[in-house]
C-alpha cells in the first residue's frame, strides 16, 4: 500500500487538485485512472525517450513500465 502525504491547502485550486490526483495514480500505478482522465491527443514528453503521442501509446506505454509500485508519496 502506498502511503500518501499532501500538504493542506485551501482547496481552491483544481488544477492543482487534479496534478495531485495524476501523481497519486501514478505512485499508485493506477492505470486505469490515468486513462480516463487523459485526451486522445495527450503527449508524454519522457526525457530521454521518444514522444508518446496519443491515447492508444499512453495506454501500451503504461503496460510496459517496469516500475514498481511506490511505497511512500509526499507531495508539498
Known amino acids: ?3 500518501v502525504t499532501v500538504n493542506t491547502d485551501c482547496g481552491n485550486a483544481p488544477k492543482k487538485d487534479f496534478l495531485k490526483e ?7 500505478r493506477n492505470s486505469d485512472f490515468l486513462t ?13 525517450e521518444k514522444n508518446i ?4 501509446e499512453f495506454v501500451e506505454k503504461l503496460k510496459k513500465l517496469k516500475i514498481e509500485k511506490a511505497t511512500e508519496l ?3
Not at 503521442?53 to 492508444?56: H, L, R, S
Open 53 to 56: 503521442k496519443g491515447k492508444e
Open 22 to 28: 495524476i501523481n497519486i495514480a501514478f505512485a499508485k
Open 1 to 3: 500500500m502506498t502511503k
Open 74 to 76: 509526499i507531495l508539498d
Open 36 to 48: 480516463e482522465r487523459v485526451t486522445d491527443n495527450i503527449v508524454w514528453n519522457i526525457m530521454g
